[in-house]
């Protein structure tokens, strides 16, 4: 009997070790909301300035507040974006909502949902080879402009600007559309085009080597374009309620810093991100952005801006069906947020 107790005794002093060290390693893993860090993969399709509320979400610690421990890959292209997406190599991705239009009119079964939507002007600037004081959208007559991708939002709100000031690319202009996404500005200053379209820091850089001179806006000129936002499919979206719910509301107080705080403390804040863009080229950019309105004040997608990206991309002739709003948009994550 006294040997049994003597190993019940061993037995039950191994058993408070294995929990105390089980206990102990869970708190290791929790945040400061005592959740446990859920991992999610977040695939971007560009690394710009223009998507600061979600930089600013992630160096002040926004997502880890959340729960989450963020993974952020830049795709390089909306198409790369949405195949990581689709393939599971992201949880997430941020991209050009058109994207999610065509995957749902391919097909796909398991088919991608905006969720939150960041931006709400396009980004991207015409940009000449000459400073114009007052210029007008008929200076384009008879030029060449580097464009971009056909089907990419970059072009085709281009294409909508130039159709609402009566332009029609191939006859009154020309647009190269032969140059990789990212390399525009380089061929510009190498010699090729009249104009070149730009998202910053290019359309900066430009102009601070003196090889080129923004004469317009295309966010001003086109009006609220849902121009980016976040999805993931549809499964994803149905087994990481509480997880999507927690990105969201990270994002949103992202959005909530940079609709009240300066343009030079929104830059301070993303500096780590663009270490090569020195801080006051990143102030310039951003209080660019934030003039023209491009943030949006909540992630709310809402329906109106779901149908004007309809008709730009059937003034576009890449869409010939009519695409449901509530198959392709949630709005309960970022109400939710936004409450």
């Not at 005794?9 to 446990?36: D, P, Q, W």
Request: charged residues 25%; proline residues 2%; negative net charge.
């Amino acid at each position: 009997m006294k040997r049994f107790s003597l190993w019940k005794r061993v037995g039950f002093g191994l058993l408070t070790v294995v929990l105390a060290f089980a206990i102990t390693g869970c708190e290791g893993s929790k945040t400061g909301e005592g959740k446990n860090r859920q991992k999610v993969v977040l695939n971007e399709v560009a690394h710009s300035i223009f998507y600061a509320p979600m930089y600013v979400a992630i160096e002040k610690g926004y997502f880890e507040e959340a729960g989450i421990d963020l993974e952020l890959v830049t795709g390089f292209g909306a198409d790369k974006t949405m195949t990581a997406v689709l393939t599971d190599a992201a949880d997430i991705g941020f991209m050009g909502s058109e994207s999610s239009v065509y995957t749902y009119v391919g097909g796909t079964k398991d088919y991608v949902v905006n969720f939150a939507q960041l931006t709400q002007r396009a980004g991207n600037f015409l940009v000449s080879r000459e400073p114009i004081e007052n210029f007008s959208w008929e200076m384009l007559k008879g030029k060449t402009v580097l464009g971009g991708r056909a089907g990419g939002m970059p072009q085709m709100v281009f294409e909508f600007v130039l159709e609402k000031q009566n332009l029609k690319p191939g006859t009154d202009l020309t647009i190269d559309q032969s140059i990789d996404f990212g390399s525009t500005a380089a061929a510009f200053s190498g010699g090729q085009g009249d104009f070149t379209i730009e998202f910053e820091p290019h359309a900066t850089a430009l102009e601070q080597k003196g090889d080129g001179y923004v004469v317009a806006s295309l966010g001003m000129e086109s009006g609220y374009v849902p121009y980016t936002a976040f999805c993931a499919k549809k499964s994803y979206l149905e087994e990481n309620r509480e997880v999507v719910q927690a990105f969201t509301d990270a994002l949103q107080k992202g959005m909530d810093y940079v609709a009240t705080h300066s343009a030079e403390e929104i830059a301070d804040v993303i500096k780590p991100q663009f270490q090569e863009t020195q801080k006051e080229t990143l102030v310039a950019i951003v209080d660019r952005y934030a003039k023209q309105d491009t943030w949006k004040q909540n992630l709310v997608f809402e329906r109106e801006a779901f149908d004007l990206l309809l008709r730009i991309l059937e003034d576009a002739g890449v869409l010939q069906e009519k695409v449901p709003y509530e198959e392709l948009v949630t709005c309960e994550f970022a109400n939710k947020a936004a409450e």
